[in-house]
């Protein structure tokens, strides 16, 4: 089976681990990428998307997306985890390529519209676009195939105790996505935040495949910094690379199903909760997940040698 997905994102290293992963994956068309502010500027989220992929050696078509969010003021970049340019220490970086010339939300609407019932739309950043996307025809949710984010937490949060960082750059937005009435999988810190990588794995992944995975390799220190200093974790949580890998591998996951919403407001913003709203479709929400399987799936990708 092969899967056509459309990635929007705000790379950002987990980032680049799920683009390389999607561009690796036989089974896996990346039909499109838009970006997203969030752990960079939504320029520099563009230019990394091209970045990406001319370095996995695909053209692939990039369309800038929303650079801040629907409603609220714009919190600050996190170039503290993700580093100046989006990929810890390093450079900004030289494309060939530029960005399409439409906006991320037309964008995403053509794609859906020109392949009905064949795109699985994958946000890994916040859901401005998204929101944006369905205001733009909302019979989008009709037509996409699957919508599989990595966002949320019914259990914990990463940028405060209750929320997670991609929901929490536009809770507005997000809460708009989830009331939608489409197939969406909303992959959160419940399943993300137990799939680690360390140093020796990213080094193992550079060996066999120096392009790709030493990229990765090169970007992942500062992360695994961050995630040293300030989580005690000697690692990286593979939160985006988790949510491409619900697409291909859901058996690596146990689900409920939840109607879910946003809070967005007061100090417990960015919250996703469990919805008894009536007017709104069930989602489905991993909770469980065989960590070894995936982080298996994920480091023997680069076993090709790329
Ligand atoms: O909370 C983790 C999410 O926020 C990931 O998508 C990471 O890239 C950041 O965007
Ligand atoms: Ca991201």
């Given at each position: 089976?092969?899967?056509?997905?459309?990635?929007?994102?705000?790379?950002?290293?987990?980032?680049?681990?799920?683009?390389?992963?999607?561009?690796?994956?036989?089974?896996?068309?990346i039909v499109g990428m838009t970006s997203v502010f969030g752990n960079v500027t939504t320029e520099i989220a563009a230019r990394n998307a091209i970045v990406l992929a001319e370095r996995a050696g695909q053209e692939i078509p990039v369309a800038k997306g929303?650079?801040?969010?629907?409603?609220?003021?714009?919190?600050?970049?996190?170039?503290?985890?993700?580093?100046?340019?989006g990929f810890g220490d390093m450079p900004a970086q030289d494309t060939t390529a530029r960005p399409v010339d439409e906006p991320a939300h037309e964008f995403i609407c053509r794609l859906i519209n020109e392949n009905p019932s064949e795109i699985t739309l994958c946000p890994i950043g916040p859901l401005t676009n998204i929101a944006l996307a369905l205001r733009h025809d909302p019979t989008i949710a009709e037509k996409v195939k699957s919508v599989v984010i990595m966002g949320g937490g019914l259990e914990r949060g990463n940028v405060s105790a209750y929320a997670e960082a991609n929901i929490w750059n536009d809770p507005h937005a997000a809460d708009e996505v989830f009331s939608a009435h489409w197939p969406l999988t909303m992959v959160g810190l419940d399943v993300t935040?137990?799939?680690?990588?360390?140093?020796?794995?990213?080094?193992?992944?550079?060996?066999?495949?120096?392009?790709?995975?030493?990229?990765?390799?090169?970007?992942?220190?500062?992360y695994v910094n961050f995630y040293e200093t300030h989580h005690g974790i000697s690692g990286s949580q593979m939160h985006d690379p988790t949510a491409v890998i619900a697409i291909t591998d859901p058996q690596y996951f146990t689900i409920e199903n939840h109607a879910l919403e946003v809070i967005v407001d007061g100090d417990r913003i960015g919250q996703t909760i469990r919805s008894t709203d009536p007017s709104r479709p069930k989602h489905k929400v991993p909770m469980g997940v065989d960590i070894d399987g995936v982080k298996r799936r994920f480091l023997t990708m680069f076993e090709t040698g790329s």
């Open positions: 089976m092969t899967h056509k997905i459309l990635i929007d994102t705000d790379p950002g290293i987990d980032d680049a681990m799920a683009i390389f992963y999607a561009a690796l994956h036989p089974e896996i068309e929303a650079g801040k969010p629907l409603v609220q003021t714009p919190n600050p970049v996190s170039d503290y985890v993700h580093g100046a340019e935040t137990q799939v680690v990588c360390d140093k020796p794995d990213f080094a193992a992944i550079a060996k066999a495949s120096p392009k790709l995975g030493g990229f990765l390799n090169e970007a992942v220190q500062y």
